[in-house]
């Protein structure tokens, strides 16, 4: 049974960072790229980062480029997504996905983790 699992979340005041984490389980990394979209109160979900499954070549929006950093262990079944100049329209709840494909594919997941929520206010 495929398991993707998040922590990490938390508030944060703007400029601070957070480190969110997946575990999966399920599965083996090296199979399968993975990403973390958000879906902010009010807006459908959005793609953020995601990590092909040989950890290169990632792929990140537009609006968190130079801030945020994904990163794998595979041999810990772990996926990061560290987040750093954190601002206010970085709030809403963020979901570790599974892609159907080694690379980030860019189609929409059919795996998803239960959401961690991040608040960035002051």
């Known amino acids: 049974q495929v398991q993707l699992v998040e922590s990490g979340g938390g508030s944060v005041q703007p400029g601070g960072s957070l480190r969110l984490s997946c575990i999966t389980s399920?599965?083996?990394?090296?199979?399968?790229?993975i990403g973390w979209y958000r879906q902010a109160p009010g807006k459908a979900r959005e793609a953020v980062a995601c990590i092909s499954s040989n950890g290169e070549s990632p792929d990140y929006a537009d609006s968190v480029k130079g801030r945020f950093t994904i990163s794998g262990d595979n041999a810990k079944n772990k996926v990061y997504l560290q987040m750093n100049s954190l601002k206010p329209e970085d709030t809403g709840v963020y979901y570790c996905?599974?892609?159907?494909?080694?690379?980030?594919?860019?189609?929409?997941?059919?795996?998803w983790g239960q959401g961690t929520q991040v608040t960035v206010s002051s």
């Open positions: 399920g599965f083996t990394l090296d199979n399968y790229a």
């Open positions: 996905v599974r892609d159907a494909f080694r690379h980030c594919s860019g189609t929409v997941p059919a795996d």
